[in-house]
């Protein structure tokens, strides 16, 4: 499976759009991109995921370039419940589920 | 919707101690999956289920056994445990293998003395 990098840690405020890009240059024909949130003492929770171009939900919006070699996870007007940790991953339907990998994922920190 | 219920939710085990840790998916899920989750290492997977009847090894599962119990049930055991095995556990479930859009439980804390 290919092997994601994203930012360690990020930080906003209140109201403000924030980007978070994760890169998967290894990124197979038939990989998809999934993104999860992680609150403290929870288990993770599925927000996303694509293949190309845009997708677009409730939570979030997933822009993934031409290229697929990375993607980038928006969340509109971020609030204090937005802190968390966000999980970028990437395999194929089917694929070897015994190599899906999630990483350190990025903790967003939002303040007032 | 219940969703995956992991039980129990916390536990303190001496050293050379067994337990067995319980999960349930009320999903129709077919496949499960039990992650061990420790400080700055994210989320490893310690052994997974495709479908009933059928167990696999993950990235971690030295230390570890798993049963498939039924379509619903997927327990995770630890025979003799040891202190590195001091972690989080988190049991999910998805439609089938290979489907990423997991549903996790809400963990067990396991702390080994």
């Known amino acids: 499976l290919a092997k994601t990098t994203q930012p360690i840690s990020m930080d906003s405020y209140e109201g403000q759009e924030v980007n978070i890009t994760c890169s998967h240059n290894?990124?197979?024909?038939?990989?998809?991109i999934t993104w999860y949130q992680q609150f403290p003492s929870q288990g993770p929770r599925f927000i996303i995921q694509?293949?190309?171009t845009k997708v677009t939900n409730e939570v979030a919006s997933l822009f993934i370039p031409a290229d697929r070699k990375s993607s980038t996870l928006s969340l509109p007007r971020v609030s204090l419940s937005d802190t968390a940790v966000y999980y970028c991953?990437?395999?194929?339907?089917?694929?070897?589920?015994?190599?899906?990998?999630f990483g350190t994922g990025t903790l967003l920190a939002v303040q007032p | 919707n219940a969703g995956v219920t992991q039980t129990p939710k916390f536990q303190v085990l001496k050293t050379g101690q067994s337990m067995t840790l319980q999960c349930a998916q009320d999903?129709?899920?077919?496949?499960m999956y039990w992650y061990r989750q420790d400080p700055g290492m994210g989320l490893r997977l310690i052994y997974y289920?495709?479908?009933?009847?059928?167990?696999d090894k993950g990235e971690v599962p030295n230390g570890y056994n798993v049963s498939r119990l039924n379509k619903r049930e997927f327990s995770l055991r630890l025979e003799s445990a040891a202190p590195s095995q001091t972690s989080v556990y988190f049991c999910?479930?998805?439609?089938?293998?290979?489907?990423?859009?997991?549903?996790f439980g809400s963990g067990t804390r396991l702390t080994v003395v």
């Open positions: 999910a479930s998805s439609e089938a293998a290979g489907d990423y859009g997991y549903t």
């Open positions: 290894n990124i197979a024909t038939n990989d998809y």
């Open positions: 694509g293949y190309k």
């Open positions: 991953l990437v395999g194929s339907y089917g694929g070897a589920t015994n190599k899906l990998i």
């Open positions: 999903m129709n899920h077919n496949s």
């Open positions: 289920s495709a479908s009933e009847g059928t167990t």
